[in-house]
């Protein structure tokens, strides 16, 4: 909703506020300014001119030498290149010296050996934007409807002197469409007085070739409908005030009964259309559903086909217009119209709204309509801007206004108590404040013992109940006012969840690690989860889906990190490592009888290089042990108190020699692996390596208890072994043996070689292992030491028959 500062000024008196502090009281009370756009751009030194001689340019043909009465002693010459000017024309002209938008300083010049002291303007140049200039002006310069003084500074008379408010509105706040609901929500604020227009009286000839017959079939689509007929109008360019009133509004003048119409929607807030009633083809209105396929040619040229679902206003016989949305082509007010049709009614929200969205067409209309208008402005709307149609466009009424009428006009009431206010906002506000809100409000309260009874006007549809009468207090007292408390009970302590703690401390362990997090649809393709997943039964498919590509509820989150890997390869960034936590959906059952359980996973997918160091020359390619270090970094991040382990397994879609499943206390988790060489073609993805774990279970697990242990005060002493085992032995099976062995003296255990081939059988391998021994109570000595080692030596041989290696 764009406000005009100056016309707000005729129904509020805040002459002593400028634009920008009116913006500023709206902001902080809840109806949020965007922005105020002062009208003038830069322009000074502009005034009107009379054309008052024009001759073509003897040495240009498309140029013409204008003498032009600017208001002094001697005609100024100018040559100007609109193909519209003429003589006796009211025209602006930027003097010599003058300033137009963008910093363009006007000069004196020589044009093809003519003299020019200065410039006639179009609209676009002061500052105006093309679509709202009159069509007749879209192209060349501005004409003054009406005479001028030459001399006379334009500034005031287009209006430049003004400032718009732009009002961005929550879809409640329609009261706001309309200057009058500015006004009130103002004199709210600042606790004055609105003075509404005045409507005045038309003195109707009622004729009987005046009479109009009105009949309502859609009765629950418009509880009211009124019509006037006035004649003998004379179409013509409205004056220059309601042009320019309506530009400074974002609405482009078409003629002085169409600016009427949209004029008194911009003050009221209420939808009026003007029919030419020559070419509505009747003197009967009928307001009905439309026909199934029945067809209406609209304002804007475009046929559109209709269904019995929407609402349109007839002849008795053919459409004439869509009821709330916009009028038809054929019966549109145009230059040679004399007797109008001027209609106001009361259509009901729901059936605009889904006759705009069927349709793709949003009007100024549809869209009060759809968040609902004043009941009670309705008829006082229609009978304003007959009065101004009569005055602007010499028209007379010559009938009564003929209406059906079921509309309720009664005022919603709601009752709330002062505890209740003080409780929701946690104030300590007292009654006479609360009473002296509602009066600027302009709401009848009456208060019994601390208890309101509250008859909300009809002009705010928004206020229904307790809450809404609530949030009025707390705007109009002020949220400054209202004091900063920590929402905390006995029962709802605030703070985060420990699975909401979770997330977050994963996220910052991988952030900082490199991985950046990605965030994607829940939905997804069945084809796309089948390379990773074979069970399409356990997939829920949307009934309605609004693409193929968004059809089914995923099961897993990797499809799309592949997918983004494959946008980034595709761009040419070749390095990437992403993560996301995020729902997925899985039943037991083909037929879904229940709802499918949503659990939270946790996947990444990597690809290129892990690390480079460009100096140096250094690059680590992402593998598998990457991605395992990864994981079992966020395992220690968590804590988790359990035995971990990463055992060898085959997975859909994965690389089967090089795809491991993380069990923790036995039961799986989730899978790390690289991708198999198909799934990364499905996708054209080099070598990418991936991991998936269930977040729920791994959060259910117990953390650890932080214990501290002194520093060793005396030294450790290290052994290392090579060993000879049979080349199925796994090296965490010949670790663990080795822990069990060792006793409390030994301290850690690392495998650091694995060798196979030359100077070994086959079937055999070779496993390193650096043993550090440490007593925390004195210094170890060798003997100390070798017993225990040989101990493990041993063990190690009898368990699993592993000897030294030669």
């Known amino acids: ?58 040495e240009a043909d498309k140029l013409n030498v204008c003498q032009v009465d600017i208001g002094e002693e001697e005609l100024a010459q100018i040559v100007c290149g609109a193909a519209n000017v003429g003589k006796d024309q009211y025209v602006v002209v930027a003097k010599v010296g003058a300033r137009l938008p963008g910093g363009m300083k006007i000069k004196r010049a020589k044009l093809r050996g003519q003299v020019s002291e200065g410039m006639i303007c179009s609209l676009q140049e002061l500052g105006f934007e093309g ?67 005045e409507v005045k009286e038309v003195e109707s000839t009622i004729e009987a070739a005046g009479t109009v017959a009105v009949s309502v079939e859609a009765k629950d689509d418009c509880p009211y409908y009124g019509a006037m007929i ?20 974002g609405i482009r003048p078409i003629n002085n009964v169409v600016d009427v119409t949209n004029y008194v929607l911009l003050e009221y807030g209420q939808p009026l259309h003007a029919f030419d009633l020559e070419r509505f083809g009747s003197k009967e209105v009928l307001v009905r559903r439309a026909f199934e396929g029945e067809k209406i040619m609209t304002l804007d040229g475009a046929e559109r086909t209709l269904s019995a679902e929407h609402l349109v206003i007839t002849n008795g016989k053919e459409p004439v217009a869509l009821a709330g949305v916009m009028g038809g082509a054929n019966s549109e007010v145009q230059q040679d119209t004399t007797t109008i049709l001027l209609e106001a009614a009361y259509f009901s929200g729901i059936t605009v709204r889904k006759a705009s969205r069927d349709l793709g067409l949003r009007s100024d209309a549809s869209a009060r309509f759809e968040k609902g208008v004043d009941p009670n402005r309705v008829k006082e709307a229609g009978l304003r801007a007959a009065a101004m149609i009569s005055e602007l466009a010499g028209g007379t009424v010559v009938s009564d206004v003929t ?35 509602f009066n600027k409000l302009q709401f009848a309260a009456k208060e019994d013992n601390d208890i309101f009874h509250i008859s909300v006007p009809t002009r705010r549809q928004d206020i229904a109940i307790e809450a809404d009468v609530i949030e009025e207090v707390a705007r109009l007292y002020g949220y400054d006012n209202i004091p900063a408390t920590l929402s905390y009970t006995a029962t709802t302590p605030g703070g985060l969840t420990e699975l909401q703690a979770k997330k977050r401390k994963v996220r910052r362990f991988l952030e900082s690690v490199g991985i950046h997090e990605a965030v994607n649809y829940s939905l997804t393709t069945a084809e796309k989860e089948s390379l990773f997943e074979k069970r399409s039964a356990e997939r829920i498919k949307l009934a309605l889906p609004m693409s193929e590509e968004r059809s089914t509820l995923r099961t897993t989150l990797l499809p799309h990190l592949l997918d983004a890997l494959s946008y980034n390869k595709n761009r040419g960034i070749l390095n990437v490592a992403l993560y996301e936590i995020g729902g997925v959906f899985h039943t037991n059952e083909a037929a879904l009888t229940t709802q499918p359980s949503e659990k939270t996973y946790l996947s990444g997918a990597f690809m290129g290089l892990w690390y480079e160091h460009a100096w140096q020359g250094e690059k680590k390619p992402v593998d598998f042990f990457v991605v395992k270090g990864i994981v079992e970094g966020l395992l220690e991040e968590l804590a988790i108190d359990a035995d971990v382990r990463f055992d060898q397994a085959e997975v859909t879609g994965l690389h089967p020699g090089r795809t491991a499943c993380l069990k923790v206390n036995g039961k799986s988790v989730g899978v790390i692996g690289q991708l198999h060489p198909n799934t990364a073609k499905a996708w054209s993805l080099p070598e990418t390596y991936v991991f998936e774990l269930d977040f729920h279970q791994l959060a259910d697990q117990d953390e650890k208890v932080v214990r501290y242990a002194p520093i060793p005060r005396f030294p450790a002493m290290d052994r290392d072994i090579a060993l000879v085992v049979d080349e199925n032995v796994k090296a965490e099976e010949v670790e663990q043996v080795i822990h069990e062995l060792g006793g409390d003296l030994l301290k850690h255990v690392a495998l650091f070689d694995l060798y196979q081939g030359e ?48």
């Open 1 to 58: 909703m764009l406000v005009s500062y100056k016309w707000l000024k005729k129904y509020i008196q805040i002459e002593d506020l400028t634009a920008e502090e009116i913006a500023e009281q709206l902001t902080r009370s809840g109806v949020e300014v965007d922005i105020v756009t002062p009208m003038n751009k830069g322009v000074k030194n502009i005034v009107a001119g009379k054309v008052v001689a024009c001759e073509k340019h003897p």
């Open 131 to 197: 679509k709202l200039v009159p069509k007749e002006y879209a192209e060349g310069i501005y004409q003054f409807p009406t005479a001028v003084t030459p001399g006379e500074d334009v500034i005031p008379l287009l209006n430049l002197d003004d400032h718009v408010l732009e009002l961005d509105l929550t879809p409640n706040r329609s009261d706001c469409l309309s200057m009058l609901g500015v006004a009130y929500e103002i004199g709210a604020i600042l606790g004055r007085e609105v003075t509404l227009p």
């Open 230 to 249: 006035i004649k003998d109008v004379t179409i013509s360019p409205s004056p220059l005030w309601l042009q320019t009133t309506l530009m400074a509004a």
């Open 403 to 437: 209406e059906y009428d079921a509309l309720d006009r009664g005022e919603k009431e709601v009752t709330i108590s002062l505890a209740k206010i003080n409780d929701l906002l946690g104030t300590a506000i007292d009654t006479v404040t609360v009473k002296t809100i």
């Open 759 to 806: 100077h070994l059988e086959s079937g055999k391998k070779s496993l390193a292992f650096s043993l550090r021994y440490q007593d925390p109570e004195k210094t170890l000595t060798d003997e100390e030491v070798t017993v225990v080692h040989e101990k493990v030596l041993v063990g190690l041989e009898e368990r699993i028959g592993a000897t030294l290696r030669s």
